[in-house]
């Protein structure tokens, strides 16, 4: 029980930095409206404030595994929460725009980072039969990020004429308790072993597991001698099989159209006659299902494993995402239709990519490159969170939401085939096992 619980405790810990990424990325809806009044901002200008931690986000994901492999998980994530803290109080004291930009793109590198460094860190520690799960709470965390700025703002909403300060401000408080408990926790056993400080990760290992701690440390040594340095290229072709994985999985996530739902929700049900309602229904209605099915997702992960939660994902994600189509091309929403149709597809998302990406990408890649091949998974995925985020206005009023959705339908026609004819299975193996059957040798 110890043991589990030491493990537990060090997710938990580290995923707390999915849960200041998800808070971060939506806090600023509660204050945007404000932001662009005290500022007069023009519609480019507004349109940049919001989109510059998206921005940072992506710079932050791209270099995330430099930090990771030269100073360690631990250190980076330290960092990580540094950069939460300075841009939380920052941007809630910012007296003009510039710095106000600033401090959010300080935000934007911690999302980023944490994207790759957090996922990466409870991989390493975590014992195959619980893995699943223990890098999905990071995913968890993310949504209940968003769950809790959402509900953050709407308690802040009448502090005063400055609350939208507040309710940057107040992502201070997780910021500092996640500094404070990363002291609690042990650097990344293989990352030691990586650096040959074989007594200390061996005692990491012996607080995971006693029994085992031996084997994995020789196992581990063995793996690695392998393999060349930390600094080996992540282009080298015995990587092929694994980069072409990861990639294609951050695309499939992105062009399920998963932000563009998320982000123009009020479009997306003003399109379908709802009017005034579409508020509730996309902070409420949509952010409750897909905490609800996250959670659902992650305790099951490691029972049913990754291909199968894949599978059911995807078929389901081509089913509501037709519907959806065929009822724009028709004109035919009946009232709550497509509303119920956008739950059904964001409990499908939720229950599969959302519970997946960060666990199978983290699994993937053999330990010399691990922090790099996370980084590339997160990095390709901010990118098409970016276009996709950016075209979806455009591509809706030219194409019509039918056919916007309908492609979104066909990209996961093309995602089952992936996971049927490409995606391993990777549940219930060691990370030096899985790595050996995806590496070309």
């Known amino acids: ?7 537990f405790f060090w997710s938990i810990v580290v995923a707390l930095g999915g849960f200041l990424f998800g808070f971060d990325t939506a806090v600023i809806s509660g204050a945007e409206k404000a932001i662009q009044q005290v500022w007069g901002l023009s519609a480019w200008e507004h349109g ?10 992506v710079i932050g994901a791209i270099f995330g595994s430099v930090p990771s492999d030269a100073l360690g998980r631990r250190t980076t994530l330290s960092w990580i929460a540094v950069l939460y803290l300075v841009s939380a109080l920052g941007a809630a004291l910012s007296p003009a725009w510039v710095p106000f930009m600033m401090f959010r793109f300080l ?7 944490s994207s790759v460094t957090a996922p990466l860190y409870i991989s390493e520690v975590s014992p195959p039969a619980s893995r699943g799960r223990m890098v999905g709470m990071f995913q968890f965390n993310v949504v ?6 959402y509900l953050s703002n709407y308690l802040l909403r009448d502090i005063g004429p400055d609350a939208w300060r507040w309710m940057l401000g107040v992502q201070a408080v997780p910021a500092i308790a996640f500094f404070l408990l990363l002291f609690r926790i042990p650097e990344s056993p293989r990352w030691l072993l990586r650096r040959q400080r074989v007594d200390e990760a061996r005692a990491v290992f012996e607080r995971i597991d006693p029994a085992t701690a031996a084997e994995n440390v020789q196992t581990i040594l063995v793996s690695n001698a392998a393999e060349q340095g930390p600094g080996e290229s992540l282009w080298a072709p015995q990587y092929r099989r694994p980069v072409v994985l990861a990639i294609l999985f951050a695309m499939f996530n992105q062009l399920a159209g998963i932000n563009a739902i998320i982000y123009y929700a009020p479009r997306v049900f003003e399109m379908t006659g709802l009017g005034q309602g579409a508020a509730l229904l996309s902070s409420a209605g949509v952010g409750m299902v897909n905490f609800i099915f996250t959670l659902l997702g992650v305790n099951i992960i490691d ?10 994902g995807s078929v389901g994600l081509i089913v509501t995402l037709a519907l959806v189509a065929r009822a724009f091309y028709l004109q035919q929403f009946g009232g709550l239709l497509v509303p119920l149709l956008l739950f059904g597809y964001i409990a499908f998302f939720a229950f599969s990519q959302g519970a997946v990406i960060w666990v199978f990408i983290s699994e993937i890649f053999p330990s010399a490159v691990r922090a790099k091949g996370q980084a590339l998974g997160s990095s390709t995925h901010w990118v098409m969170a970016v276009i996709i985020t950016f075209t979806f206005p455009y591509f809706t009023e030219k194409l019509g939401g039918g056919n916007s959705f309908a492609f979104f339908a066909a990209m996961m026609v093309l995602q089952l085939l992936y996971v049927l004819k490409m995606m391993p299975e990777t549940k219930g193996t060691t990370l030096e096992a ?7 040798h």
């Open 48 to 57: 940049f404030t919001i989109s510059i931690a998206l921005i940072g986000t």
């Open 434 to 440: 899985a790595d050996k059957a995806l590496v070309l």
């Open 107 to 113: 935000g934007g590198l911690g999302v980023g980072a």
């Open 303 to 312: 029972r049913f494993g990754r291909r199968k939660l894949m599978l059911v």
């Open 144 to 149: 209940f990020g968003i769950l809790a700025s």
């Open 1 to 7: 029980m110890l043991v589990k619980n030491n493990v």
